[in-house]
């Protein structure tokens, strides 16, 4: 039996609500002035006053410093060093209102910032994402924190050890609690993590060696052996392990041609703490990507050389979501690498810590949970002559990552917790049960908008059983085991399935099978514009 998945109306909730809880006020007295906490909101020109529509969004903490008649924009001043989320959720509440034309953080004008290091003129792949002039606004924050699950790294490296966490990480492989790097076959030092580790986040402007993306704590999670190779059970304690360090963004630089239920869990898991996922997607020339990057929680990165074309041996094809430079990419290697501590490499590895070192940069200058910054992160790609399947949404952009205010993607709200308004973003949830094995419901979700960027699909059972997921997009049939086009399946009922840029030529079919046990399960499915 097919049914209908019940409506329950739009539901929305944002920081913003909270930063703007008390509004329509008037200002406070002259506040304590920092140029770097302030927000100017451009009015128009048909507004009955100046100042009205930025009264009307106030938030308790700011106050109207100023308004300029001549250019119509009000200054707001926030206290020093106001969080910078606070800052980004008043652009989006301030922006909502109807005669508020923009509003924009007050951005600090320097020079082009060009770093000390010595190296940073042998890096080609920054000036394709126009690295320096992100500089310009942020060089990232030790408060994003980014895991890098990889072979083990030289933490103590001159130019990454500053940016280390003080307990550097795990190691999943051997089963002891020091990710240091340890030595391939050939008897040189195992160089892959350290090479990754320096892309995404060598320390920036100290004199030495080379550029890294962003100016991030790194931690590290060591899954692989010296040969570079590991098991899939190492993997996924890795990602579960940095996922419970609360890290902000997870590289793995990794990969395999097949799917393992256990990875998947295990990104799942991640996803579902709030951790971004970026993955390589594999140097084998297919027109497929690997996984983890296949998965749908997991950003899919291509790789480019410094001049923008289609890296000879990247892998291709739908699931790629953005493309970063990863050929001859100079970065930090474990010291005594054929005697050297910087050395070029090519690979989508190289790709994936550019990526994920752009997003550190986004968390760091915007405040974004890691929906808005996986969203943000295609919306500020730089889209080119190669195709979708070649670089998604296009080659990372650092500038205008973190110069663009990112479009905001509203936290869910709980069913039945009340409604809001703004955005795009509704949850419709429906509450059944099953009978024991071989016993199923089937349901048909119709979509609210004509092309939302993303479907997640949720179900929570009672203890004690073991119901299934599985989901058609694009298909108008209601899926089994055999045909759905996704599947979750594990040991319980608690299992989710994210869909990006789902197929809204039908509606999508959702089918709650049990596996075994008898009881009740919720099913919600939350549409993102």
Known sequence: MTDDLSRRGFLQATGAAAAAATVGRASAATPEVSKADQVL???SAAADSLRGPVEDTLPESAAILDADKTLRY???????????????DYV??????EMVRYAERNRQQRPSFEPSDPLRSTQDSLDLINANAAFDTT???SDVRIAVIDTGVDYDHEDLAANVRSNPGKDFADGDDDPINGTSDNGQPQTHGTHVAGIAGAVTDNGTGVTGVSQSELIFGRALGADGSGFGSDVADAIKWAANQNADIINLSLGSPSASTVERNAVQYAHNEGSLLIAAAG??????VGFPAGYDQVVAVSAVDSDGNLARFTNTGSQVEVAAPGVGYNSTVAEGYFGNKYYPKSGTSMSSPCAAGVAALIIAQHGTNRATTRKHLRETANDTDLSTDEEGAGIIDAQAAVETTPSATPTPTPPGSGGGNGGRQTTDTVSSNLSGFSDSDCYAYSFSFDDPASVDVQLTGDDGTDFDLYVNDGEADCPTNDTATKRFVSTDSNESLTIQNPDTSTRLYITVDSYAGSGNYTLSVTETG
């Open 41 to 43: 909101v451009g009015v």
């Open 74 to 88: 009000v200054t707001v001043q926030f206290p020093p060093d106001t969080p910078t989320g606070i800052e980004h």
């Open 139 to 141: 060089l990232g924050s």
């Open 283 to 288: 140097n084998d020339d297919n027109d497929s």
């Open 92 to 97: 989006q509440t301030a922006e909502s209102h």
